[in-house]
T-cell receptor, first 109, second 110 residues
Framework: KAGVTQTPRYLIKTRGQQVTLSCSPI?????VSWYQQTPGQGLQFLFE???????NKGNFPGRFSGRQFSNSRSEMNVSTLELGDSALYLC????????FGPGTRLTVL | EDQVTQSPEALRLQEGESSSLNCSYT??????LFWYRQDPGKGPEFLFT???AGEEKEKERLKATLTKKESFLHITAPKPEDSATYLC???????????FGEGTQLTVNP
């Protein structure tokens, strides 16, 4: 069974730009959640989607948004990038147990 | 608000030297406590889920235990390949998000 896949694996952007990250969950999983990981803050919850509906949202500004498609694939978007958005963005799928993807390393210059 | 505190922040062991990692938590109602292992540049890898006080789970050299206030990850006779950051997370009964601790960075020297 294939695991969670995330694309792209690495991104370099400049301040003010926007970025879209993609996540394909494990086959059969309808829940997808997103986390931001930084050295100072650790893993912070961004949001969770279930069957195309946002079920929960963390304490991040409105520049961070997401969506889920009918095939359970999910995207997250960050607009007007700031230097502090540099992080590893992790996607997880699953119900009780969350299985994580390899992450997308975003660097904002 | 859920809180998870892990200690120590970093731990260096010699190969074969057993030790324990601690995860203290505060939640209004525990729906599950999770242990993950994370290698540099990779996503967290699921290890264990514990649900109630007194529960224990084992996998190879790792054993996780749970009380009402904390969880321990015991590492018996570790090997260099056990070197990683170990993350603890909790899920409360009324929510679906995981709240993570900062992790313990374990280094096992040969």
């Amino acid at each position: 069974k294939a695991g969670v896949t995330q694309t792209p694996r690495y991104l370099i952007k400049t301040r003010g730009q926007q970025v879209t990250l993609s996540c394909s969950p494990i086959s059969g999983h309808r829940s997808v959640s997103w986390y931001q990981q930084t050295p100072g803050q650790g893993l912070q919850f961004l949001f969770e989607y279930f069957s195309e509906t946002q079920r929960n949202k963390g304490n991040f500004p409105g520049r961070f948004s997401g969506r889920q498609f009918s095939n359970s694939r999910s995207e997250m978007n960050v607009s007007t990038l700031e230097l502090g958005d540099s992080a590893l963005y992790l996607c997880a799928s699953g119900g009780v147990v969350r299985y994580f993807g390899p992450g997308t390393r975003l660097t904002v210059l | 608000e859920d809180q998870v505190t892990q200690s120590p922040e970093a731990l260096r062991l010699q190969e074969g030297e057993s030790s324990s990692l601690n995860c203290s938590y505060t939640v209004s109602g525990l729906r599950g406590l999770f242990w993950y292992r994370q290698d540099p540049g990779k996503g967290p890898e699921f290890l264990f889920t514990l649900y109630s006080a007194g529960e224990e789970k084992e996998k190879e050299r790792l054993k996780a235990t749970l009380t009402k206030k904390e969880s321990f990850l015991h590492i018996t006779a570790p090997k260099p390949e056990d070197s990683a950051t170990y993350l603890c997370a909790v899920r409360e009964t009324s929510g679906s998000r995981l709240t993570f601790g900062e992790g313990t960075q374990l280094t096992v020297n040969p």
